[in-house]
């Protein structure tokens, strides 16, 4: 039976405008890519408690994330977690 997957809460954050009212909270992905400027891989799977895992989005939805492209990753490889969505027709990000 496979280990519980873990979960990485992403708490709202004021400047990004997440409301519901300008964008549609079933088109936020969560995603990972390298990234000079990111945290090393080991601290995502920390985070994660292995190479998958769940983030929570700021609606509180659940979204999959996968390391399993950086399985064989030499330590120094750095990453980011990017959440994307599309805003609604007509709305203005805040």
Known sequence: M????????????ARLGLDPATIIPESVKAEVFEDPDGVPVANFLQALGGYQGTVIDPFGRELSVSLEKWRHAPAETRLVLSITYKARTGARAS
């Open 2 to 13: 496979p280990d519980k997957l873990r979960r990485i809460v992403l708490k709202q954050d």
